[in-house]
């Protein structure tokens, strides 16, 4: 029986990595298709890495002449050879998704996600939580569901702010209406593309200040989704799957078939003890704080720390081409 669910769940994690690679397959070629109407002068290897250099300089790449054969001018004029190059290099990168991990570890601290997240950070500002993150390279109302704890780039940053995470759960999607529950508000609809994200923790109070989340930055693109949150271990104790949407999170779900390929937890308990052992992160791994927002004693921020994940090299930058 064992090896049944061990061979459904291996099934289950190779279909979400194929999935990933046709979604970037189909979002490398179509970037390459909008970028080659705007500048006919870009090269295909330009394309497909997303260019979004200006038309002079496309212009330039133009006059230089290029790799022969391989300019691409889009749908209008563009020459079989260089469409054939767009879709060769679209193959390879979804390639390169395929053979990646899809995921990725974060630390969390601080109370706003207790009970289910860092169940301590209530009482002591030191605790911290380690996560494993399923990646979402294109997140989407497909993928990111009612229900999911998902981790997103914080929408308190600066723009060029990528590290700057916060974790919160979905309470809402796109055509969603939200209803004031003071009556203060009128009721609005979640916008397309657009997701409201919510604390865990019903004890903080947004309007003291003591938590921040969709009630006080308002609702967040799907864009920003890092990715859902499927594992979290903060001792031999307390560790073990995060409960999502169950689309996600069923028996047999993506979510156990991720962790079941990736998530070495025995290597994640050990790393921890050692970490407890050695006096808690180490030098350099500073914790992000969530946009300095909680109590005077710090107990109403959280924050995160992007770890690198164990094996393969990966980039973390959710949308590169």
Known sequence: MASKSGGYLSFRYKVAKLRDAAEEFIFSVFQADRQA????????????????RTGEAAESSSSTGGAAGTSTSGAAGGSHGGLLNVVQAAYRHAREVYDSPVTEHLYLTGPAMAPTLNWKGAKDASARERLVVRLLR????????VGDVVAFHSPLALPDDVTHVMVRRVAAVEGDEMVSSS?????????????WVLADNSQLRPEAGEVIDSRSYGHIPFSAVIGRVVYAASSRATHGPVRNNPAHSEVGGEDAAVVAAEVDVERILREEEQMDEFGG?????????????????????????RLPHHGAAHDTAIRSL
């Open 37 to 52: 109407r705007r500048h006919p002068g870009l090269t295909a290897r330009d394309l497909t890495r997303g260019s979004r």
């Open 281 to 305: 992160i180490e030098e350099g791994e500073e914790l992000e704080k969530e946009g300095g927002v909680g109590n005077d004693d710090g107990s109403g921020s959280d924050a995160t720390t």
């Open 183 to 195: 009556g203060a508000e009128p009721p609005f609809l979640i916008p397309p593309g657009h997701c």
């Open 138 to 145: 294109h997140p989407g109302s497909n993928n990111v569901l």
